[in-house]
């Protein structure tokens, strides 16, 4: 069964201390790794889309990076704007024909105190 | 550009009720999935449809749950006779192609069972 597992479960960070979020991964056959966003009482929003062991993406503040096991969001100079949490979800081939639901971490809740 | 819209954003109902949440894609989107929030649990999907075709409903309970996305109109979520468990978040996200592309959310439909 395809797994995700975030850590840590909450982090409080100071305005400007950078950090990394951690999202490991079993699945059988990875078509990609997506992170998002999410505010309180709102949608998750999309960030990034990983698709191989050793790529990279960036955004203002923060990088994802993707192994063959684990995914990582580095958040540089954190603002109290990035306050939100931040959940990882893995696409892979199913067994239900066509299907490419994703299958999500229950995410970890970043604070940035000013 | 409207992103995804779901209605109602919160929606009471007495235990053996029936609750239809409504999701209108993002224009040019033809595939829907629909996903459940639980206090404190990630997100868990349900059930995704193309128009008038259901592809996957493995994470939709056996009884009470269906769901429907016509030629017209938008995507319909029907639990019946609801019970205090049904309470969550439910999320509903499209995208365009299915395959490799990401999911973009709505805000949700908050329903609370008395």
């Known amino acids: 069964e395809d797994q995700v597992t975030q850590s840590p479960e909450a982090l409080r960070l100071q305005e400007g201390e950078s950090s990394s979020l951690n999202c490991s991964y079993t699945?059988?056959?990875?078509?990609?790794l997506f992170w998002y966003r999410q505010d309180p009482g709102k949608g998750p929003e999309f960030l990034f889309t990983?698709?191989?062991a050793g790529e990279e993406k960036e955004k203002e503040r923060l990088k994802a990076t993707l192994t063959k096991k684990e995914s990582f969001l580095h958040i540089t100079a954190p603002k109290p704007e990035d306050s939100a949490t931040y959940l990882c979800?893995?696409?892979?081939?199913?067994?239900?024909?066509?299907?490419?639901?994703?299958?999500f971490g229950k995410g970890t809740k970043l604070t940035v105190n000013p | 550009n409207a992103g995804v819209m779901q209605n109602p954003r919160h929606l009471v109902r007495r235990r053996g009720q029936e609750a239809r949440l409504r999701c209108s894609p993002m224009?040019?989107?033809?595939?829907v999935y629909w996903y459940r929030q639980l206090p404190e649990e990630g997100l868990k999907f349900m059930v995704y449809?193309?128009?008038?075709?259901?592809?996957?409903e493995s994470g939709m309970p056996k009884e009470r749950f269906s769901a429907e996305f016509p030629k017209e109109g938008p995507s319909i979520l029907r639990i019946q006779q609801v019970v205090r468990g049904d309470s969550a978040a439910y999320f509903c996200?499209?995208?365009?192609?299915?395959?490799?592309?990401?999911?973009?959310f709505g805000n949700g439909t908050r329903l609370t069972v008395t």
């Open positions: 699945v059988s056959g990875l078509r990609g």
């Open positions: 990983l698709y191989s």
């Open positions: 449809l193309q128009k008038e075709n259901i592809i996957d």
């Open positions: 996200a499209s995208s365009s192609t299915g395959r490799d592309s990401p999911l973009h």
């Open positions: 979800a893995v696409q892979a081939p199913s067994l239900q024909g066509g299907s490419e639901k994703l299958v």
């Open positions: 224009k040019g989107h033809s595939h």
